[in-house]
């Protein structure tokens, strides 16, 4: 029976990153994506490392999470959650997902056309229309982005009082990897040397597996990872979103660390 661990978060947030870099630390596989078998979870890899333990990437909510264990667990599991600056989950949010039209009618029209769905994606799917419904997701729910139905300040305050889970902010993690590292490490009980988890974060890093990936001839994959930036928002994120974010969720933005206007 092998050892589970489940790293979960929010969207966007550096589920696949952190996902990773446990595996490595641990040279153990990522499985997959939790309770979905025939998923083809971008963060898959490391299938022939032989291990007590498995690793896998959710985005469950804690009811969901916790629904899925007593039907799917064998008592092995340990969770670890990660959290990201808001800002930055709508922008990365933005580049990634797919939305659902805004005029369904005209746009099966004008798909009927010769370049008809380019038109269309210009002048009425604007990044601005996906940023926008990114925005208000975060903070309402949205049934745009898969797992995101579920607001962004209630997912993280659940897994904040769930018993025996670290949780671990992605800002942290980009600051200082190596504390990061073996704070994961002392919540498996799995010690590890410093110059192993510097070596596991490098094999880790954004330009190291977008270099392999490309290598791989994997280009789906490393354009997924994009830049890892944790303050690319500041240059990307509309002034209005800015503000509507930080109206709605400042208070709890700055108990998590993150500086608002």
């Known amino acids: 029976m092998k050892n589970r661990i489940i790293i979960c978060g929010y969207p966007k947030s550096g589920n696949t990153w952190l996902t990773r870099l446990t595996a490595e630390i641990l040279n153990c596989p990522v499985a997959g994506f939790w309770c979905e078998p025939f998923n083809k979870e971008e963060s898959i890899e490391g299938e022939n490392r032989s291990s007590t333990y498995q690793c896998f990437k959710a985005h469950h909510n804690k009811e969901q999470l916790e629904h899925t264990l007593a039907l799917y667990g064998n008592g092995t599991e340990k969770v670890i959650y990660i959290y990201r600056d808001p800002r930055a989950v709508v922008v990365s949010g933005t580049h990634y997902f797919k939305y659902k039209v805004k005029y369904p009618r005209l746009y099966s029209f004008m798909c009927s056309l010769p370049l008809g769905r380019k038109v269309y994606n210009r002048i009425w799917h604007q990044r601005s229309y996906k940023m926008r419904e ?45 504390s990061a590292a073996q704070s994961i490490c002392d919540f498996l009980g799995e010690p590890r040397s410093d110059a192993e988890l510097k070596q596991a974060i490098d ?22 990872m994009r830049k ?30 993150y500086k608002t206007d």
């Open 134 to 178: 990114m925005t208000r997701g975060i903070v309402e729910g949205t049934k745009h982005g898969s797992w995101m139905k579920y607001p962004w300040k209630d997912h993280i305050l659940d897994y904040q009082q769930r018993p025996n889970t670290l949780v671990l902010s992605y800002e942290s993690m980009r600051q200082d990897p190596l």
């Open 228 to 257: 890892g930036s944790a303050n690319a928002w500041t240059t990307e994120l509309a002034p209005k979103h800015r503000k509507y974010l930080e109206d709605n969720l400042g208070d709890f933005m700055a108990e998590l660390g």
């Open 203 to 224: 094999n880790q890093s954004f330009d190291a597996k977008k270099r392999q990936f490309e290598k791989q001839g994997r280009h789906k994959n490393a354009q997924f």
